[in-house]
Each structure stands twice: as structure tokens, then as C-alpha cells.
């Protein structure tokens, strides 16, 4: 299965965040899941690009050509391509991939997160989504989705659709075992 891992490309972060989401690029690596991401060498990008190249797994790097400059794209991807917008990268990671875990991130991982729910959600799509809540990082936005639910602006079932998640190993069992 390949895995589109969404995440934050910020090097001024806590050990923790990138420790565990370099853990959970062995685990991918170690049970054969490719890597799809965004294709950057720092952050939570960079730390799940080297933890699958640790076990020699696949790595599909896609980022728009403005980003290709020293230092700022993983350098050991098994493939890599390059897209003139944001846009078509977003595209081309949800094609090239069979199901979504979104890392700690910013806005940018935000709006990816919220782009796939919502196709999720009007049934264009049917993958599994999982936020991995390193350090609790999540459940701030666990307590929104389900604020939102509450005050009707979406259907507690929408709520069903993602889950929440703080261990690689419960993340790839809950991926492997995803019934559609």
C-alpha cells in the first residue's frame, strides 16, 4: 500500500515530533508500504522519508518545481515529481495513494487534512484517514470536529470518518485492516 503522509516541514520543532514520525516511516518501510508525500527533507516530511529509506522502502517525492533548491527536497526518493502548482501536487498525492496519515503540521497540513476529509465526506473518495497524535498534538482539533458536530454545522457521522491515532503500529493496523 502506498501512504500519503502529510506533515510540517518546520525544523524548529520538539525531538518528539520528528522521533515518532521517523518511527513510523521504519514501521511503513519494515511492513512494505511505499511513502507518498510532499517530498521535503526537514520536518515531519524529512523524518518519515528517513525512516522508510532505513529499510529500503518506496518513497515517491511530489512537490512544485519552485521548491526544487539546495536543501529544501528529500535527496534519497525512490521516484520524484515535479508540478508547476500546490495544486497539482495535492492531486497527484491523493492519486498516487491508497490511504492518508496526516502528522503534526501547520496550515499547510491543515488545509491538506480538511481537502481529503471533505472528499471523504461527500463520498468522492474512500481511504483511510488518520491523524497521528504525537503528543496529544491533535486533540485540540479532535475537540473542534466534534464541537462542530455538536452545534449541527456537520453531521456527527462525518466524525466517523477520520481517526485519531498516537502509535505507528495501531496506524498501520488500522490502515491494513481499513474496510471500504
Do not use: W
Not at 487534512?113 to 497521528?132: C, G, M, W
Amino acid at each position: 500500500m502506498n501512504i500519503c503522509v502529510y506533515g510540517a516541514s518546520s525544523a524548529q520543532l520538539k525531538d518528539i515530533y520528528y522521533e515518532k514520525t521517523q518511527e513510523l516511516g521504519r514501521a511503513m518501510g519494515k511492513r512494505g508500504h511505499g511513502l507518498v508525500f510532499g517530498g521535503g527533507a526537514t520536518g515531519m516530511m524529512g523524518a518519515a522519508a528517513r525512516g522508510v529509506s532505513e529499510e529500503n522502502g518506496y518513497i515517491l517525492g511530489i512537490a512544485p518545481r519552485f521548491f526544487d533548491q539546495p536543501g529544501v527536497l528529500y535527496e534519497k526518493c525512490t521516484e520524484f515529481i515535479f508540478t508547476e502548482t500546490m495544486r497539482e501536487r495535492k492531486q497527484l498525492l491523493e492519486e498516487k495513494s491508497d490511504a492518508t496519515i496526516v502528522a503534526p503540521g501547520g496550515i499547510g497540513t491543515y488545509e491538506e487534512f480538511f481537502e481529503i476529509f471533505t472528499l471523504k465526506s461527500l463520498n468522492r473518495i474512500d481511504r483511510p484517514i488518520v491523524l497521528y497524535n504525537i503528543d496529544r498534538y491533535y486533540d485540540r482539533m479532535k475537540e473542534l470536529l466534534e464541537y462542530t458536530a455538536r452545534e449541527k454545522f456537520m453531521d456527527s457521522s462525518i466524525l466517523d470518518l477520520v481517526v485519531f491515532l498516537d502509535e505507528p503500529e495501531a496506524i498501520l493496523d488500522y490502515l491494513e485492516n481499513y474496510s471500504k
